[in-house]
């Protein structure tokens, strides 16, 4: 993984960091690790590129847990989006990707494991403010709640 | 829906928003009623989360009008993406959606409606000009036309 | 294809470009165009509207080359994301895109061509900084360079 930040900084304006990963680097434990070693508290996640292999998720309402999706070839990231807030304390990553396949046909989900290969081009735009999750036992997750957010 | 208004204010530099939907909300309603709430004249709309249920559409050039994709069942928002332009002297919101179904094969198109379960997380991002959109009778639709927009 | 420049200029901020492409246009070539002309060295692109037709590409490891998936039919362009940095001494975009189908289902990969019609929406975000692409000859591909590029 390579990064740089770019946009302004040392204001409160939104500052903006590029980050490439390499061949083999996990997406979501890679990002996990540089939005807590920066600090992020509020940001939006974008990036294109490609997995050797994927995990996606789909949310199982009556069993409150995700199932679990293998794509289990080379796939093109299309579309990976998503966000960071805080949660437990510490920063959170929440994305979804849709992945394409070799026929040109794709499959999608909630992001859970994602294998580069070659490379994954990550933007994350930085807030001023923080975003915090709340435990919502109703929906056994925990949900971005505004109003728990400071900034 | 909860939201709050974070970046820079008071200023000519972008702001942005992050809305967050509840259970139950109608994403296409709720985010066109916010738009002329705030009063918004351009801005660009993304968002990731899950419905429990969606309508989308795809473009029928023959006769000059959407047909309608019925997805009756929870799925997750993989990617929404659009804009808000002024037509017909309002905020017009114009979003376009990926959904991942529970095997994680998807369907998309032009949202036309979306019930939230459990949350959206909608990021829209203000510009200070203002997009304004005209009716285009050769195609049947209002398209944002830069040459008739101020700012 | 038409455009204005707005957010903010002249300083060290982000500023972003709102493109409408016409009937007819292939974006690929607008785009790619458009941010020689404008001088873009390190820009992040987005997009929504419709294709009458569009070439989408699958990164084949073994081959080293993308194979190529044709879509020859009218689709929503759901999702365009990606970005435009220097490579051979030019602005070089790289996006991804899905398509939405009139069944509502999907294809999508690297976008090697897209036919407008009737539009496509653009948001092209520039960065003061610049990216730079070095190529990879383990890989096969030119990729975006951190640590190669200034700013």
Do not use: N
């Amino acid at each position: 993984m390579q990064w740089k930040k770019v946009g302004s900084t040392g204001s409160a304006d939104v500052s903006a960091y590029v980050i490439v990963l390499d061949p083999g680097d996990e997406a979501i434990a890679t990002l996990s690790e540089f939005s807590r070693r920066e600090g992020l508290s509020a940001a939006q996640v974008t990036a294109i590129g490609a997995f050797e292999g994927a995990t996606v998720g789909w949310y199982d309402r009556r069993r409150r847990q995700y199932r679990r999706i293998v794509v289990d070839e080379q796939c093109e990231v299309l579309s990976l989006a998503g966000d960071v807030a805080i949660g437990d304390e510490e920063p959170q990553l929440h994305v979804h990707a849709v992945l394409g396949l070799a026929d040109g046909s794709t499959r999608g989900g909630h992001l859970l494991e994602g294998r580069v290969w070659p490379t994954l081009e990550v933007i994350i735009r930085e807030s001023p403010a923080e975003l915090r999750k709340t435990f919502r036992p109703e929906v056994g997750l925990a949900l971005i709640d505004p109003r728990a957010s400071d900034g």
